[in-house]
């Protein structure tokens, strides 16, 4: 039982190049979520997903994308990388709404 | 929007004394959860409270909720250097299924 798999673990990106986090998990759950970790800001929500099909704006959704095509996964894109977008990105899924979250490992992503 | 503040941002403590992490809400809070990282880590959940005064222990670590449902406390006694890491309160905004963090507590033990 894996849980929440993040790909890639690590990336550098050259400003304005476009790339897509891929998110994945096994448990069955119906919500999952994107946040971004900076430091001394905790975790702030990007995109969140209440199921298979739909998205919604978090916290700061600007200069991001999502996609929830299958249940199991969750797409985080970035259309044209800017350096304010580096930061260390972490997926969270959830059985329902308010309920524990589990997360995976997180994806390091240095926008040059 | 809703903010959940957290003091204080870094301790850093002798191994074996107390630890205290607070958070504060202007607004009052249908539940709070709190989760560790550690460092490198990822986010890993530790404990939901959800009454008005609520106490829940876990071996050396004890987690408040207030009357009044806009604060609450971890307490770690005695702690170890396995305590190391950033602990993060987190609460659901309103209505929404939007969960709010903390900007997390730093705690470093010396041996």
């Known amino acids: 039982n894996a849980g929440v798999t993040q790909t890639p673990k690590f990336r550098v990106l050259k400003t304005g190049q476009s790339m897509t986090l891929l998110c994945a998990q096994d448990?069955?759950?119906?919500?999952m979520y994107w946040y971004r970790q900076d430091p001394g800001m905790g975790l702030r929500l990007i995109h969140y997903?209440?199921?298979?099909?739909?998205?919604a704006k978090g916290e700061v959704p600007d200069g991001y994308n999502v996609s929830r095509l299958k249940k199991q996964n969750f797409l985080l894109g970035l259309e044209s990388a800017a350096p304010s977008q580096t930061s260390v990105y972490f997926c969270?899924?959830?059985?329902?709404?308010?309920?524990?979250?589990?997360f995976g490992d997180g994806t390091r992503l240095s926008i040059l | 929007g809703q903010q959940v503040m957290q003091i204080p941002q870094y301790q850093h403590v002798q191994e074996g004394e107390d630890f205290t992490t607070y958070c504060n809400s202007s607004?009052?809070?249908?539940?709070i959860q709190w989760y560790k990282q550690r460092p490198g880590g990822h986010p890993v959940f530790l404990i939901q409270?959800?009454?008005?005064?609520e106490v829940k222990k876990q071996k050396r670590l004890t987690f408040q909720f207030g009357e009044a449902k806009k604060n609450s406390s971890l307490h770690i006694t005695a702690t170890q250097t396995t305590d190391v890491g950033t602990y993060f309160c987190?609460?659901?905004?309103?209505?929404?299924?939007?969960?709010?963090f903390g900007t997390g507590t730093l705690l470093a033990v010396q041996p």
């Open positions: 969270a899924s959830n059985d329902r709404g308010r309920q524990p979250q589990h």
């Open positions: 448990m069955n759950h119906e919500y």
């Open positions: 997903s209440v199921g298979e099909g739909t998205t």
């Open positions: 607004t009052t809070l249908s539940n």
């Open positions: 409270l959800v009454k008005s005064g």
């Open positions: 987190a609460a659901y905004g309103g209505a929404t299924n939007k969960l709010i």
